[in-house]
Nanobody
Framework: QVQLVESGGGLVQAGGSLRLSCAAS????????MDWYRQAPGKQREYVAT???????NYADSVKDRFTISRDNAKNTMYLQMNSLKPEDTAVYYC?????????WGQGTQVTVSS
């Protein structure tokens, strides 16, 4: 099993930056896929970004060129650097790890961007 804990959310003005962290309870060396998703009030959870063990990344069009996903295997932690934040980025951000064909989710961290 994998337990995930997100942190780093908060309130920021439009144009500002935040860095989210997702700490895993075990080594992430064997976790091939790690993602970030988000869910705004009244909306479905939506995909944000993926990083795989090789370091390859993928982003939703809405965050491309503003967000950067990364992972530090030594710290068992994944990150999401969010720059040029917009009010529409306001959501609860969740991290996910896919391990042995199972998906594990964190509890989420709130990001609020004021205009």
């Amino acid at each position: 099993q994998v337990q995930l804990v997100e942190s780093g959310g908060g309130l920021v003005q439009a144009g500002g930056s935040l860095r989210l962290s997702c700490a895993a309870s075990r080594s992430i060396l064997s976790i091939n896929v790690m993602d970030w998703y988000r869910q705004a009030p009244g909306k479905q959870r939506e995909y944000v970004a993926t990083i795989i063990s090789s370091g390859s990344t993928n982003y939703a069009d809405s965050v491309k060129d503003r967000f950067t996903i990364s992972r530090d295997n030594a710290k068992n932690t994944m990150y999401l650097q969010m720059n040029s934040l917009k009010p529409e980025d306001t959501a609860v951000y969740y991290c996910r790890a896919v391990h042995t064909s199972r998906s594990y989710w964190g509890q989420g961290t709130q990001v609020t961007v004021s205009s």
